[in-house]
């Protein structure tokens, strides 16, 4: 036979809560928001892993376009070929400025 919700005791009731709580990690979060300086330290160092991340990120994924692209330039595709040389040159151009 299935208890119904109302039928559990309270004491029962109390401890699901406390149990879900521990799980939340409620009081870590409680914790954190008493101290608003320590809340801010761990957000400014989890934007700085996020920059890092995304510049890491675009610098290899340019790299990869930048290649294929002079590797299809290098193909001697008609039209295209023309088109992606004067893009490569214009690049390697800025790149060799800075």
Avoid: C, H, S
Wanted: aromatic fraction near 8%; charged fraction near 25%; charge should be positive.
């Amino acid at each position: 036979m299935e208890r119904r919700r109302e039928d559990v005791p309270l004491k029962e009731k109390i401890e699901d809560l406390l149990l879900a709580l521990e799980k939340a990690n409620l009081a870590e979060w409680v914790e954190l928001y008493r101290r608003p300086l320590r809340l801010l330290y761990l957000n400014f160092l989890a934007g700085l892993a996020r920059g890092l991340g995304v510049a890491v990120g675009v610098t290899i994924l340019g790299t990869l376009v930048l290649y294929l692209v002079r590797e299809l330039a290098l193909q001697n595709l008609p039209v295209i070929g023309k088109l992606i040389a004067e893009i490569v040159r214009v690049v390697q151009r800025e790149i060799y400025y800075y």
